[in-house]
């Protein structure tokens, strides 16, 4: 379900996270992987990735997550999907996720289950970056409780 006009917060959240640099985004999303119950997740190299930003290792299951971060109205397609559905073969993972900043095609929808591949869009990493990256006063990451 999209609604037509989301909540202001996500809209900060996300207007933020779309600022950062590729690189300062696998690493967020690696770190908010870590502190929502993946016990590791580490960023690949760059270069060579086949697709694959993090790896990341959640009760005994090796994880492929693709991190596109697009602004709106760019949505992630079914060649995301697949070429990572293939870089999880190479980086010997079992499950795959396509995580982003805004939402996926219907083409991406409906080719992603047979391929095993999750997707997780705008209001999954909202969840998890809100969820994850706050400090002990229960402080977020943009100054909000």
Known sequence: MQL???PWNVTVYMDYVC?????QFEYLCAEALR?????????????GDHGVD???????ERWAVQCKRYTPPRR??????????????????????????????P?????????GV?????FKLYYLLYY?????????FLGSK
């Open 4 to 6: 037509e006009k989301e």
């Open 19 to 23: 600022g950062m640099d590729p690189w």
């Open 35 to 47: 502190k929502t119950g993946f016990q590791q997740a580490g960023v690949t190299p760059g270069s």
């Open 54 to 60: 993090v790896v990341a290792i959640k009760d005994g």
């Open 76 to 105: 992630v397609g079914e060649d995301v999907v697949k070429k990572l559905y293939e870089g999880a073969q190479v980086w010997h993972c079992t499950r795959a996720a396509i995580l982003t900043t805004t939402f996926y095609t």
């Open 107 to 115: 083409q991406a929808q409906f080719v992603a289950p047979s391929y």
């Open 118 to 122: 999750e997707l997780w869009d705008r």
């Open 132 to 140: 994850s990256l706050r400090d002990e006063n229960g402080v977020t």
